[in-house]
């Protein structure tokens, strides 16, 4: 059984205060192995992640086989049912395009005091993505990833996949081709990562990881960083969803069973100002419990971290989603687009009751790599800024640093900085020397 | 001495890449001490504050003193001569200018499928500033942090400044009050960053911080991250001059000694096509080291860390320079904007002989905040981004859902997500039942 919590109970405060600090993770300490098998692929490269391959995925490479032959992938691809093909596609489309709005400009101008000001975005040049192998390898993860990569303008995009037992998943290098990913590695865990990150004779580093993995490749993509940029780590999945009276209660279950049957350390959550909705809801939910194949998972997460909560008005339900700041949010309210305004913090918002959040985890166009665990107070989902920098540009001219330059001679001498006071000095000397 | 390559030297390569992979900073083992600190500070909250700061900055504090109050600053502040105060403020209205061109627009549109699709961008609720004390408490750091954060809309910004002994820097103070800090806290270290993300009685925590710090302090930031945001990690500063012959070399020098003067581990590097501007400027560093009073600072960094790279034309002095990747750039050659386009990594860029990076330290109007040890092959320097995240919102129409879910459901059922497709085919038989 789900949580119950009532804003008007005396309790609440407390009740709320524990659900939002509720421990939905055991990170399993990984790290000192990790630390080995990073060390071991700086020093030994290629032979250090054909011998791990062997070990932690039961399958025999040589440095010509890490990587896929375009003929391999051509027969993978050519597995893959035309249906299945085709969504996959027209999913890629509606990511693309999406992620094409997000491009940022570039900017130039020249101020008051005449100086010329702005920036450039450009892309990195190279980006890894770590696909996890066996059941969580998701077609669909690749394409979040790889896209707004490839939108960005990232010239060498490398993928690497475990393929335990020599398994590989047609649809994922399917979706890889279709992303414009650059080159496939048979490889996973943290030796994936340290390749990537460090670079071995057949894999050249990237500047950036992303994508999901398991304790070992967090963990790794933690000690790279900083070597190379990481994108965050994610953690269980979470829905919350704001509800009124007026919804079919099946379909909000299925949106919640939707999170939780994702991983038992998912978190689905409703809050309504229905009390007869939320029984429906719950009822509906210990049906589909009967029935879904994930029903063990699912019930775990419900019956570990779900919650109902109730509440006197949808302002108040805005509020305590402000402070849960969910990965995904659903406002199913007869108006919507009201209650926008009123919402912080939050990864994805899904309006209205045609918009069932599995729609943006495959082909709304968004990105479905979110900020989970309430990181969405200071995070944003994956986009194409992650795969771009900006580099400022500033230039002076003899006016303008006539204008500006004393004032940055002032605060050198106030930091006791002499050079960074004198580079300014020397300059504007000259100038008052001038005829 | 500095070092000297040749690009036309049998061995360019393997100096550029020892160049390169120079490890400039030692960073202590302090992450034990740091636990420590932070599980104190969670425990005991302000009374660990209260004996760490007596223990650290020999400073009594009471609950009611950990925080500075409006008399207090008034006082302080009031000790700043008109002509600092002037520059300060000077300063905070470019670096406000520049990032409010900075503000991304939120979007909304509706596709061909009848999808409405955008994004929303929102202010974090609370930030906080970490300055260090003493020598490095650098007030245009406070501008360079606050700025962007009040111009993202940070409704609640906090400053944690050690006062050791007692002593504030009234420019500090001065600085936080133009760039409208709310709270400002006399303590420093791992227990301040311990405060901002936990929180204490008297510190309510924040959402993110940033701002520059000790070993200690980066330490401490990294064990909290996740819990709140952090910045970049910065390491010792960087700049690459890239210079043709038409310039005056005791510029250049005072340029890349103002780099240097930071920090003995701080990197100067020269690019030029002129072997004889190469000397004027190493003679002219010479003479300088002779007189700048921190020579002993800028000296230790140059001959340790410093380098004049000899290249046949431009463009191989770009395509150095994007290895490098450098923090700050200036170029210094005839037609500086033709050499731009080249440039595919950096933090700032600096253009033409009237742009003394020092300006861009202080008052030209880009941040200052900027990724250090080739880090800028990923990353970009502190912007309002850092202070905004991005909530994505999908609105699907009845239309909408019938022309795209078809293809949810075919991807959802390839990943094996059974909730997932029923949320989407449970709408869409109740669309095809319609009338």
């Not at 996973?188 to 999901?212: E, S």
């Not at 229905?274 to 049906?287: K, N």
Request: glycine share 8%; hydrophobic share 50%.
């Amino acid at each position: 059984m789900p949580l119950h919590l009532n804003s008007q109970s005396a309790d609440f405060e407390q009740a709320f205060t524990a659900l939002l600090g509720m421990k939905r993770e055991d990170s399993p300490d990984v790290d000192a192995i990790v630390a080995d098998i990073i060390a071991d692929v700086r020093g030994r490269g290629d032979a250090a992640l054909i011998e791990l391959t062997a070990r932690f995925d039961k399958m025999d490479l040589t440095p010509e086989t890490l990587r896929f032959s375009d003929a391999e992938i051509d027969a993978l691809v050519a597995q893959v049912p035309a249906e299945e093909a085709a969504a996959l596609q027209l999913a890629a489309d509606r990511i693309r395009a999406y992620h094409t709005a997000q491009m940022p400009q570039d900017a130039r101008w020249t101020d008051e005091a005449g100086a010329d000001l702005g920036w450039r975005w450009t892309a990195l040049s190279a980006a890894g993505l770590y696909v996890p192998g066996g059941l969580a390898s998701y077609p669909s993860s690749l394409l979040m990833n790889a896209i707004p990569a490839k939108v960005a303008g990232v010239k060498r995009l490398a993928v690497t996949v475990p393929t335990p037992g020599g398994a590989a998943n047609p649809l994922v290098l399917l979706a890889a081709r279709i992303a414009g990913v650059d080159e496939v590695y048979r490889v996973g865990g943290a030796q994936a990562i340290a390749a990537l990150a460090y670079g071995t004779p057949t894999i050249p580093p990237v500047d950036k990881i992303t994508g999901p993995g398991n304790a070992f490749v967090a963990a790794a993509k933690r000690r790279v960083f900083g070597k190379v940029g990481i994108d965050m780590i994610a953690g269980p999945s979470e829905i919350l969803v704001i509800a009124d009276g007026d919804n079919n209660p099946e379909w909000i279950a299925l949106d919640l069973m939707s999170q939780a049957e994702h991983d038992a350390s998912a978190q689905s959550i409703l809050i309504t100002d229905s009390p007869t909705f939320a029984q429906a809801v719950e009822d509906a939910v210990e049906r589909l419990l009967t029935t879904l194949t994930r029903a063990d998972i699912a019930g775990a997460s419900w019956r570990d971290f779900g919650a109902i909560i109730l509440v006197r008005d949808m302002a108040e339900a805005a509020a305590l989603s402000n402070r849960i700041a969910p990965e995904h949010l659903e406002i199913c309210t007869a108006d919507p687009e009201a209650l926008l305004p009123q919402i912080e913090h939050a990864g994805a918002i899904f309006l209205g009751q045609w918009t069932p959040e599995a729609i943006g985890d495959y082909i709304g166009g968004p990105n479905h790599v979110l900020p989970t665990a309430r990181s969405a107070r200071f995070s944003s989902g994956l986009s194409v800024m992650d795969f771009l920098k900006r580099t400022t540009i500033a230039r002076m001219t003899p006016e303008a640093l006539r204008a500006i330059g004393p004032a940055a001679e002032v605060l050198a001498a106030s930091e006791s900085l002499e050079a960074h006071g004198l580079s300014v000095t020397a300059r504007l000397k000259s100038l008052n020397a001038a005829p």
